[in-house]
């Protein structure tokens, strides 16, 4: 039998497709499967006005849409049409709806008129897969020219979703995007996500009131966790709705939902099908293969158990360090208190958070530091701003005020001013100015004996210790530097920077001598890589000491991938 110019292959189930792409249909023809086109019709333009027009029907086509047992819909409105002119007729009703945007759109009232004959296919087991689109709603009016004049004609709205009673319930947000996550524990799920075929969703989709009184399996989501698809089966019928996102090239994976997720699910509408997929239920499997899907099962389930471990060992190092995000994002008391973390955590002991010290006191003094610590000489008093702009010059000479008050209560000489700042705050850090210093504020910070400091290069100089496991020794000094203080440990000593690249190795003219296995450190990003000179060159011949000067390559695998040109070379002290 011909299908279309294509060879039928499966009388049943019969297939109507609404409002689906030409693709779509050649697509299922080509695969055999008997499936019909349907429109619910188009809008069409007309004259804009404050009052209503006549609506027409004449696109609409449905053929044999009562008994059908897979119903495809794409709600998505179509392109306008050309309106078809008709008489209107003293006294007798007709359907009106408002031109207001110059556009009369039937489709709605036409889905709901053929509401009941698609709930019946979905009571009697049938099939309806919906392409979601952004949800509207039309008003019409029923009346006479008489009613309309007198205001007794019956309004009543109808939606795109109104040829199918189950989505009456449907409450949905307006929402769009193309991030979607499948459920690829869902056969369905996989199926779609393995498609490759770009998706983007128009509305997210809540299901409150689908509780009691049908099962509802969500099969997507946004990057918020909002859903976006899924199987509903109402509990007084027994078909399914599949609700689906926008896919592009829906044709391509269509035929897939049909066979491969459509006859496991509703078997009974598949007689002719040769992918019955009733074989394949625990009564009538293969008991080595019942056995790997058990085996499958519990591999899932361990493998969820140790995934659920895994994220809550996240979310607890996420608190237990939750001042690193504060550092680039925080302001007032919480940054302060994140810096204060962040330098107990470098291994400073006597870290002193003047605010609580006040309190404690029971004193009220505006003209004081932030922070000090007093682990050793000189006492350093800091001053902690988060700023959404650049710091400004009496953010930076707070810190020296503070310094010198300190310096005249306690009746001592060895006190050293530090500001932290967190420029731009509301940026990523390397979408901020590099540079908040201007070069007088560093000249004057160096000329005053003063440290400036980015909550930037703390993160950095925190993740970098943690990363590699620094000590106390190696950090605590880089507080007590002058001018703006770089993440740069105590134990590392400049000696060049890259000059040449190779696969694997790298190239630069130390400034100081540098010997086979002494241990380097190479800038890379936001962070460094520490290794062993375990093999040095000069003009390719292999030496076992380069002096200050020469052209020195050194070998590390990778180095082209990992190490870029200029990176700062250091030699490791310890």
Known sequence: MENGGNHLLYEKPKILLVDCSDECLAALRTSGWNCTPGTFGRPYKCERSANVSL???????????????????????????????????????????????????????????????????????????VLLSSHYEVKYFRGTTSDLRYGKANDVDHSNRSFLGALSELYETSMSGSEIRFDTSNSLGRLLASSGLPMTYETA??????????????????????????????????GLVLLLPRISDFHVVLPRILSEWATDKLPGLFPEHTAFGWIHRPEYELTEVACLKRKRESTKRDLEKAVREIDDEIERAQEDHAHYHTLLTGTGG???????????????????????????????????????????????????RGLTGLPSDEDLTQAEKHALMRTRK????????????????????????????????????????????????LFRLLRSASELGWEPEHLLGVFYRYGWIQPVPEHYS??????????????????????????????????????????????????????????????????????????????TTT
């Open 55 to 129: 609506v027409t029907n004449d696109s609409l086509s449905l053929p044999g849409y009562q008994e059908q047992e897979i119903v495809v819909v794409d709600t998505a409105r179509t392109a306008p049409g050309l309106a078809t002119e008709r008489e209107v007729i003293k006294g007798i009703q007709e359907l009106w709806c408002g031109s207001q945007e110059a556009l009369i759109d039937p489709r709605p009232f036409l889905m709901a008129a053929s509401r009941r004959a698609f709930d019946n296919i979905l009571q009697h087991g049938g099939l309806f897969i």
């Open 410 to 457: 306690l009746n001592r000489t060895d006190v050293q001013a530090l500001t932290i700042i967190n420029h731009e705050r509301n940026l990523p850090p390397r979408e901020r100015i590099a540079s908040p210093f201007r070069d007088e504020m560093v000249r004057n910070a160096e000329d005053t004996q003063a440290g400036l400091m980015t909550t930037w290069d």
């Open 334 to 384: 919480r940054l302060v208190d994140a810096v204060i973390a962040a330098l107990r955590e470098v291994g400073f002991a006597r870290v002193i958070d003047v605010d609580a010290e006040q309190a404690g006191q029971n004193l009220a003094d505006d003209l004081r530091e932030d922070i000090r610590i007093e682990d050793r000489s000189p006492l350093l008093v800091a001053d902690v």
């Open 205 to 238: 989709l809540k299901h409150e009131n689908w509780h009691t009184h049908s099962e509802w399996t969500p099969i997507a989501w946004n990057k918020y966790g909002d859903e976006l698809a899924g199987v509903l089966q109402l509990e007084s019928a027994s």
């Open 494 to 571: 400049l000696a060049g920077s890259v000059e040449r690249l190779w696969k694997d190795a790298f190239g630069f003219v130390p400034t100081q001598t540098v010997a086979q296995g002494s241990r380097l450190a190479v800038e890379t990003g936001d962070t460094y890589i520490e290794f062993p000179a375990e093999s040095l060159q000069i003009d390719g011949t292999p030496v076992t000491e380069a002096a200050p000067g020469s052209e020195c390559g050194v070998a590390y695998t990778g180095s082209s991938s990992e190490i870029k040109k200029g990176a700062r070379v250091y030699i």
